[in-house]
């Protein structure tokens, strides 16, 4: 299944190309915010000085972890229409049922993807001063 | 013989709902605020931070197997478009994702602590100043 968006300078880009670029970017920008955290967790493992944080303020952490609820339901509605797909065939003009569930398992690829940055990037805020 | 795509379906499903559970385990145990569970896990990720830094190197790690593979597929889509490449690395993330999940829930602590409070008398609840004073200061 293929979808050519633009055509120019001797080249056809297609519709995956996009989307694999755009989720290579942004796995790059988390793969930083987890190894900012990782690295200060690591650093401070005997005196826990990241997690003071969490220890003074128990209500503002809580929302904190509870925040990943959201990459949590957008990648179990991944596995869902990733299997729904496989079990409808392959997707092409013929088959509209399996295009659907391709590009809806391809949107919610990218909500997990996008949720779960933000969610880092709110924990990067707080630990990347213990670096 | 079980074909790949069907193989693919069926185990980023198992990951991703294993993945799933454990957080919404963890999401509806910290629902209600200042409750003796909320507060014995902050405690807990104080006192042993190194299931945390296990959880937070397996997310990591999802992410690094996700860049990887989204950059390969990238170069390979050129030339391919339906390159099968990224589901390949996509397995990797989906289970790295699922031990973060169940590292940093913890659910696999809980009958412990469980049979601990249940045990009796000593069950008094760690709420108490220090909340009320956390509370007030923000207001």
Do not use: C
Not at chain 1, 3 to 29: A, D, E, H, N, W
Not at chain 1, 33 to 52: E, G, M, Q
Not at chain 2, 4 to 22: K, Q, R
Not at chain 2, 64 to 93: K, M, Q, R
Request: overall charge positive; proline content about 4%.
């Amino acid at each position: 299944m293929s979808v050519k968006i633009l055509r120019g300078f001797g080249m056809v880009l297609q519709l995956t190309t996009v989307v694999f670029g755009l989720l290579s970017v942004v796995g790059l920008l988390s793969a930083y915010f987890t190894s900012v955290i990782f690295i200060a967790l690591a650093k401070h493992n005997k005196d826990r000085a990241p997690l003071t944080y969490f220890m003074l303020k128990p209500e503002a952490s809580v929302y904190e972890i509870k925040l990943f609820i959201l990459p949590a339901v957008a990648i179990f509605l991944v596995g869902v229409f990733t299997l729904l797909q496989k079990l409808s065939g392959t997707p092409s003009a013929s088959n509209p049922t399996a295009s659907i569930f391709f590009y809806t398992a391809y949107t919610f690829g990218l909500f997990t993807i996008l949720a779960l940055v933000y969610v880092e990037y709110r924990w990067y805020r707080h630990m990347k001063r213990f670096l | 013989m079980i074909s790949f795509d069907l193989f693919y379906g069926v185990i980023s499903m198992a990951l991703n709902f294993i993945a799933f559970i454990a957080l919404l385990i963890l999401f509806l145990r910290l629902r209600v605020n200042n409750s003796r569970y909320s507060v014995l896990f902050i405690y807990s990720i104080f006192l042993k931070p190194k299931r945390f830094t296990v959880a937070f190197l397996s997310l990591f790690l999802a992410s690094f197997f996700l860049a990887v593979g989204y950059i390969i597929s990238f170069w390979i889509s050129f030339s391919v478009p339906d390159t099968p490449f990224w589901e390949y690395t996509n397995i990797l993330t989906f289970l790295s994702f699922m031990l973060f999940a169940i590292f940093f829930s913890g659910i696999y602590e809980r009958k412990k602590e469980d049979k601990y409070a249940g045990t009796g008398s000593q069950t008094a609840t760690p709420e108490g100043p220090q909340n009320d004073a956390t509370r007030g200061g923000s207001k």
